[in-house]
């Protein structure tokens, strides 16, 4: 398992996302033709995010290249949950002209609730157009019905990602470690393949899922049931809503 080969990474940030990161779309792309990846997908925060890109950066990613060093580059967003409605930070329109979404609670824009009405909120807010992946659902500072959740993912064609940056030792988000290993085992009763991503902020940790293997292996994962090891289903994945 530790040996996975990892061909893809879509949650991550350049300067655009603010956050400090000075790093460049083309500097991520470099980055990643480094690591031997064959696809980076760049998913800055939702303009709620402060700091982060407004509605013009994402109008203007369709003439974007994508063709960088080699690789594919994907262009997404890493979206904010805004209410129980499951309301989003950029709209229909706008959202139908990127390559995918993902989306998350994210502090001080979504005020958890209880694990039931977080996880209303998390399935209304698949509704939107492009929307693929459920950013970070490990954080238990927003508490989810795990069960629940996955079985209404697996059913609108949405995966879960397993987030590097929940398991490092300073990791802000809490509760990562044994809140995975329930995803985990949920998708594996279930056969929910699932997304592994770095999210990192700038080039320094593209492609980085050290953290997640040991997980893998603990919860004895099926590499099947990983997404990054299958670039065409990943693609295929996100021409779902094109067809
Ligand atoms: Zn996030
Ligand atoms: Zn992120």
Avoid: W
Avoid at 40 to 61: C, D, M, Q
Avoid at 117 to 135: C, E, G, Y
Wanted: aromatic share 6%.
């Amino acid at each position: 398992m530790q040996n996975i080969p990892v061909l893809f990474d879509i949650h991550t940030h350049s300067v655009a996302s603010g956050h400090g990161s000075s790093d460049t779309i083309t500097d991520m792309a470099r980055a990643a033709s480094d690591a031997s990846l064959q696809i980076l997908g760049i998913s800055e925060h939702g303009p709620k995010t402060p700091g982060s890109a407004g509605s013009s950066y994402f109008r203007n990613l369709r003439l974007a290249s994508r063709k960088r060093f080699g690789i594919t580059v994907l262009y997404g967003a890493e979206l904010n949950i805004l209410n129980e409605n499951g309301d989003v930070d950029l709209e229909d329109s706008l959202l139908c002209t990127l390559d995918y979404a993902l989306i998350g609670m994210h502090h001080p824009l979504f005020s958890s609730g209880s694990a039931s009405s977080n996880t209303d909120a998390l399935i209304r807010s698949m509704k939107h157009p492009r929307v693929n992946f459920l950013a970070h659902p490990d954080d238990g500072r927003y508490p989810l019905d795990y069960e629940r959740l996955l079985h209404e993912a697996a059913k609108r064609q949405v995966y879960p990602e397993i987030n590097n940056a929940s398991l490092t030792p300073d990791a802000y988000r809490t509760d990562g470690p044994q809140n995975i290993r329930h995803i985990l085992s949920v998708c594996k009763a279930i056969r929910l393949p699932v997304l592994l991503s770095s999210d990192s902020h700038g080039k320094s940790h593209i492609g980085d899922m050290k953290h997640i293997f040991p997980l893998l292996h603990e919860c004895d994962f099926p590499q099947s049931l990983i997404l990054n090891t299958n670039p065409s289903l990943l693609l295929h994945i996100l021409k779902k809503d094109n067809d």
